[in-house]
């Protein structure tokens, strides 16, 4: 006696795509949290590109005269 062999088949496949799925998300999550902690370390050369980019708006806004001596320096 056998078993039909169509919903076993089916029921393989389904199986086997679920597991790939499943595995894919997996190595992506993985992936993901070790590009986060490395990314760490490299993230804070943008942050100072935007510290140099305030730096320099806040000179132009001395050198304007819209900033007084103290309010400069207190920035």
Known sequence: ????GGM????MVLYM??????FGL????????IM?????DTASPTSLEGQ???LKILKERYAKGELTETE???K
Do not use: H, P, R
């Not at 006696?1 to 039909?4: D, I, L, P």
């Not at 986060?36 to 760490?40: D, E, G, T």
């Open 8 to 11: 076993m088949n089916v029921g």
């Open 36 to 40: 986060k902690f490395f990314n760490k």
């Open 72 to 74: 400069f320096e207190e």
């Open 26 to 33: 997996l190595i992506y999550g993985v992936l993901s949290l």
């Open 52 to 54: 140099d980019e305030s």
């Open 17 to 22: 795509l679920f597991m790939i799925i499943l």
């Open 1 to 4: 006696m056998m078993m039909s």
